[in-house]
């Protein structure tokens, strides 16, 4: 049978308008910010060419595990990290700068920290609230930006201000592009500058990409607490695990 093209036009109005479109499940309205099981987050800093990526991933047991990559103008450095316990990271990767990679990881919490504080700033009510795009354009003129890792601290002093968006892009994950507005430099000398803060936040459970059989022969390892329970480094990561679980 010989359709014509208006009942052919006609079919597809049909089934564009009475198709339905997805729906986004329903988030936890107590979810917060502060909670990712994973994120992806880059960051442009002021100058020309000064880009870092970090992807961070927490366990169900307490880790975290942060893949790097620094890129500077003529040179790119990547390179893993993992904390256990709090206590031991784990390092492999970063080229010449290998040796200092264990201390590279309070740069990446601190960033992953302030990009999460200025979620919270742009949406109060959690990642719950982001139901379509949200266009964020907010100044605070009195209140700092404070940061703590814990074993780092960091900061930015007010006024500071942040325009951007967050958008879903699914049924746990949450989109943003903020561009993150500051004063910097010593008194008398204070100057404005900014960095633009992109990428993706997962608050569903995510599995870990590490498994307990994780091989540590390639991974470097040093001591948060500046102490060596042992003189050996253990074989596996479920090894070390259990190593601090008794030290």
């Known amino acids: 049978m ?3 093209f208006r009942f052919r036009a006609a079919l597809v109005l049909f089934f564009v308008f009475t198709i339905p479109a997805p729906v986004l499940a329903e988030m936890p309205a107590e979810t917060r910010w502060a909670d990712p099981s994973s994120v992806q987050l880059n960051i ?10 970090w992807e961070l991933f927490r366990c169900d ?24 316990k709090d ?10 700068y290998r040796a200092e990679a264990a201390s590279s990881l309070d740069a990446a919490a601190l960033m992953m920290q302030l990009a999460l504080r200025l979620l919270e700033r742009s949406e109060p009510g959690g990642p719950s ?39 879903p892009a699914g049924e746990s994950l949450r989109r943003f592009d ?9 008194p008398g000398e204070v100057q404005q500058a900014s960095m633009r803060l992109f990428g993706l936040a997962e608050f569903a ?19 948060r607490d ?11 990561l479920d090894d070390l695990r259990a190593l601090l679980a008794t030290n």
């Open 178 to 186: 903020l561009r993150f507005t500051f004063t910097a430099g010593a």
């Open 129 to 167: 609230q982001i139901t379509g795009p949200l266009k964020v354009d907010l100044e605070d003129k009195v209140n700092p930006i404070v940061l703590d890792t814990g074993t780092a601290e960091g900061g930015f002093q007010a006024p500071w201000s942040i325009d951007g968006k967050i958008t």
């Open 61 to 84: 047991c307490g880790d975290l595990l942060v893949r790097a990559e620094l890129n500077v103008p003529g040179e790119a450095v990547a390179g893993d990290l993992i904390l256990v």
């Open 226 to 236: 500046g102490s060596v329970p042992v003189p050996a480094k253990p074989g596996t």
């Open 87 to 96: 206590r031991a990271v784990l390092s492999r990767g970063f080229g010449k």
């Open 2 to 4: 010989k359709l014509s």
């Open 44 to 53: 442009e800093f002021p100058g020309d060419g000064y880009h870092a990526s």
């Open 205 to 223: 459970g995510t599995e870990f990409p590490l498994a307990g059989s994780t091989a540590l022969e390639d991974w470097d390892l040093s001591w």
